[in-house]
């Protein structure tokens, strides 16, 4: 790949500060390993031309919490998570075990974190092997990053969903020795627990060894809805809380994303900060199934690392920009505001921190993997009403542009 210059306005995250730069005219390098090789403000009389005039250059968003059998489902209402799960969401999974289906769903999916400007996102595959490995080829002939994990679940669903503890494990290896590590470090594998509900304790058990030996990323669903956490509580009943239920089989870690976390105790918080697990913070979801609200202030105080989700299918977009204006509104809601340009954070380097990915995405620096977009966006002179801009505008500028390692994703 030759190296190439892009000259034009620019959005830096910061990395000591939930704050992004903006660098009114600026010069990006690329080199030919599609890493950032220079960044600065363009000298006086630069010959360079502009690239792409009326966009602004940021890194590619992070999607930290995406569910890729639910492309086809979103903004589809049928009530709270439970019963959401069951009408709505289980039927449609269960497409998946077809494979041409997943094929055609994979590339849609695809085409639509693209269209976002997201260049990175931590996928639930299917419970389906055949539909997650459909999904990873998809992932890697667009050139996305992205970390995706077989949906773990072995009781509480329909069984067409359901796959038996050892099986799973199984096929989950097969797919950590096909994917993990993919074209260095661009594909991952995540071990991906639905969600306690959905698990046996073989099966949590397993996906604890599994996610140890091969020190691999885990995600999971936690603490999203009252009667969720109820039926938790019942299901396993030697667990102090919710949050124990994974601690206690080894998916708790500094590697592991915990989706929603709206309703944690301050016990659960403390375990997660002293295991220096991550959040995925997923406000439109919340409020689409009536979730409630995650304190996300009161996080971000507790150092608790916190990436943007879009939550897909329950959450009504795969933009992470709505999905940050979103999160402005939660946090109004909570009585503790945010700062457009520290959600702008969240929805890139923040979400490559909590990812694990914050030494290699997320910035415009020297040595960063060249993961940037360049998103229309109209001539204004401040800061402040660029990221308005941005975030809030409901007619959401297109993408023009979205490279990951400098590559076109396509
Ligand atoms: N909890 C378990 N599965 C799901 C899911 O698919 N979406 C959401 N929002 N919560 C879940
Ligand atoms: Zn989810």
Same mark, same amino acid.
Request: some cysteine; hydrophobic content about 50%; charged content about 25%.
């Given at each position: 790949m030759p190296p190439r210059t892009i000259?034009?306005?620019?959005? $830096?995250? +910061?990395?000591? *500060?939930? $704050?992004? *730069?903006?660098?009114p $005219? *600026?010069?990006?390098?690329? $080199?030919e390993n599609g890493h950032i090789s220079a960044f600065g403000p363009a000298p006086s009389g630069c010959a360079i031309p502009e690239t792409l005039p009326g966009t602004v250059w940021m890194p590619g968003f992070v999607d930290a919490h995406v569910h890729f059998p639910q492309t086809r489902i979103v903004g589809r209402s049928s009530g709270a998570l439970l019963d959401w799960l069951a009408q709505t969401v289980f039927p449609e999974e269960a497409r998946f075990a077809d494979k041409t289906y997943a094929n055609t769903v994979a590339a849609e999916f695809c085409r639509a974190l693209i269209a976002s400007g997201t260049t990175t996102a931590a996928v639930y595959g299917s419970s389906h092997p055949v539909a997650t490995a459909a999904l990873f080829t998809a992932l890697d002939r667009s050139h996305l990053r992205a970390t995706v994990g077989l949906t773990l679940m072995d009781?509480?669903?329909?069984?067409?969903?359901? #796959?038996? %503890?050892r099986q799973a494990l199984v096929a989950a290896e097969a797919l950590v020795a096909r994917w993990h590590e993919h074209d260095e470090g661009r594909l991952r594998f995540a071990v991906t627990p639905r969600f306690a509900l959905s698990c046996s304790e073989a099966?949590?058990?397993g996906a604890g060894e599994l996610a140890a030996r091969h020190g691999l990323p885990i995600q999971t669903h936690l603490s999203e809805n009252h009667a969720e956490i109820a039926a938790v509580a019942a299901a396993f009943p030697g667990a102090a809380h919710y949050l124990d239920v994974y601690a206690q089989h080894g998916l708790c870690t500094e590697r592991t994303v915990f989706g929603h976390c709206?309703? +944690?105790?301050d016990?659960?918080?403390t375990v997660m900060q002293a295991a220096g697990a991550a959040v995925a913070h997923c406000p439109d979801s919340n409020f689409f199934l009536g979730s409630g609200v995650m304190p996300l202030r009161r996080t971000l105080e507790r150092g608790v690392r916190v990436g943007l989700g879009s939550d897909v299918g329950a959450g009504r977009t795969f933009s992470l920009r709505r999905i940050a204006a979103a999160a402005y509104d939660a946090a109004l809601?909570?009585? %503790?505001?945010?700062?457009? *340009?520290? #959600? #702008?954070?969240?929805a890139t380097l923040g979400g490559a921190q909590a990812l694990g990915l914050g030494d290699a995405i997320g910035r415009l620096a020297p040595g960063y993997e060249a993961d940037v977009i360049a998103v229309a966006a109209p001539e204004v002179d401040d800061r402040a009403a660029l990221l308005d801009a941005l975030l809030f505008s409901h007619s959401t500028e297109p993408v023009r542009n979205v490279l990951v390692r400098g590559r076109r994703a396509v």
């Open positions: 000259r034009g306005r620019c959005l $830096d995250p +910061l990395p000591g *500060a939930r $704050d992004v *730069a903006y660098l $005219d *600026a010069v990006l390098e690329i $080199d009781r509480a669903a329909p069984p067409a969903l359901c #796959l038996e %503890a099966l949590l058990e709206i309703h +944690l105790s016990d659960e918080w809601v909570c009585g %503790a505001r945010v700062e457009p *340009a520290e #959600l #702008l954070w969240l």
